[in-house]
């Protein structure tokens, strides 16, 4: 199973930015997404996951309102739409995959088994 995310980019606070990320060789229905931000010397941070069906979302201690995630099963793919966006909101940011979402420590990254390469969002303030 390949994850590939792509969409991040240098914005100004206050910015929206949408990342998206493409699952192949899997059957994308089957897992629940998530996506993880890191900053370097940090652990990596669980930001939104979504169900097969699109019928739960969660999302970090951290997220506001200004965080949506979403899927379309018939493009095998899973977006992340930011709005309001600060500097700290910099990150490298990863989309994951599983087919068996961990209840309990779901914010764990090593509870997902598949990862795609980050892509890069920074925000200016």
């Known amino acids: 199973v390949q994850l590939q995310a792509f969409g991040g980019g240098l914005v100004k606070a206050g910015d929206s930015l949408r990342l998206s990320c493409v699952v192949s060789?899997?059957?994308?229905?089957?897992?629940?997404m998530a996506w993880f931000r890191q900053t370097p010397g940090k652990e990596r941070e669980f930001v939104a996951l979504i169900d097969q069906l699109s019928s739960r979302t969660a999302f970090g201690d951290f997220v506001k309102d200004g965080f949506t995630i979403s899927r379309d099963n018939t493009k095998n793919t899973v977006s992340l739409q930011m709005t309001r966006l600060t500097p700290e909101d910099t990150a490298d940011y990863y989309c994951a995959a599983t087919m068996s979402l961990n209840e309990l420590d779901y914010t764990i990254p090593n509870t997902w088994t598949y990862w795609g390469k980050g892509t890069q969002v920074t925000v200016s303030s």
């Open positions: 060789g899997g059957i994308f229905r089957r897992y629940v």
